[in-house]
């Protein structure tokens, strides 16, 4: 007997949607509910992932911070361990997790002005990343990394959710549009950091940027101030 095609076509769909369902709980199951509990509402060893927004969760994955390989390692950004299908699994699964109300959906990021980036890239992360976002380090074994590998879309999220000391940006303090902007810029810098007109044109590092340089100093002692400011304008708009 022969099946009408549409009906083959749902029983190969059918057990396909499943299976993408329960690879992430699978996926969380194996990789994450020894440290932050098989319902993410957190251990000893790791806080819950409820209340985590779902740009925080797919932050960690994307860059390779999570899953950590043990409790108390301090994680560096690397090649994630999972496929892109798999990391949206999981988060998706995350976001399902009983009481979990946080937001949802991921940052859009959408081509921007990376003049205007370049200003609110000064003015907001410049301080810890450097003003060419080459890192440095800002005190108390904390180190801003380096933006070269960091991807447009990595940079929103990061943003959004600020992972470890960095502060969180609410959409009250920066809109989607200036996340838009300083992320395009952050790409421009990388990409032209060596042409004639470019951001590092004539070998001074900070041409484009400002007096940065000069105000480094008094940016470094202000960091504090300026987080703990941030963090309640970002927390006060938040999103997550
Ligand atoms: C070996 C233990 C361990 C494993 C396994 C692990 N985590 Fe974590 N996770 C931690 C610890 C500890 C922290 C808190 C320290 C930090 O943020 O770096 C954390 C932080 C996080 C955060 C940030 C929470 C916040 O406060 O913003 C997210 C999101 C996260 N983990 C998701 C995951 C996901 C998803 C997995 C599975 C793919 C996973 N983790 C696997 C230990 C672990
Ligand atoms: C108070 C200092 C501070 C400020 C201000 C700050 N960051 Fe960060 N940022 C950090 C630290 C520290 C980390 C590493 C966090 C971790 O790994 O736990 C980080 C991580 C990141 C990452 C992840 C890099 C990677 O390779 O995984 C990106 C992207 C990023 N920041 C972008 C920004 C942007 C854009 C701004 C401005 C809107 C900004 N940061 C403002 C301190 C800061």
């Known amino acids: 007997m022969k099946l009408p ?24 199951d194996t990789y994450c509910s020894s440290c932050h509990g098989v319902h993410g ?8 992932l409820i209340g985590k927004s779902a740009a925080d969760v797919h932050f960690m994955i994307d860059s390779g911070r999570m899953p950590a390989p043990a409790p108390g390692v301090n994680e560096i950004p690397h090649a994630p361990r999972f496929t892109y299908a798999q990391i949206d699994q999981i ?39 450097g003003a ?14 380096d933006l070269a590998t960091a991807t447009v879309f990595q940079i929103a999220e990061a943003v959004r959710a600020g992972p470890g000391v960095m502060p969180r940006f609410g959409a009250r303090a920066l809109s989607d549009r200036d996340v838009d902007d300083i992320a395009y810029y952050v790409k421009h810098v990388e990409t032209h950091a060596d042409d004639r007109n470019g951001p590092n044109a004539g070998g001074f590092p900070l041409a484009h940027i400002g007096p940065v340089a000069e105000g480094f100093v008094a940016w470094f002692c202000g960091i504090g101030a300026l987080v703990l400011f941030i963090r309640a304008i970002g927390t006060a708009g938040s999103d997550a």
Do not use: F
């Open 41 to 48: 509402e957190g251990t000893n060893v790791a806080p819950p």
């Open 132 to 145: 060419l976002g080459d890192g440095a380090s800002i005190g108390a074994n904390n180190v801003a990394p």
């Open 91 to 129: 988060v998706a699964h995350v976001m399902t997790l009983p009481g979990q109300r946080a937001n949802a959906s991921l940052p859009v990021v959408q081509a921007g002005d990376a003049r205007r980036g370049g200003r609110l890239y000064a003015e907001n992360c410049a301080q810890c990343h």
């Open 5 to 28: 095609g549409a009906v083959l076509a749902l029983l190969a769909l059918a057990p396909a949607g499943a299976l993408a369902r329960d690879d992430g709980a699978r996926l969380y």
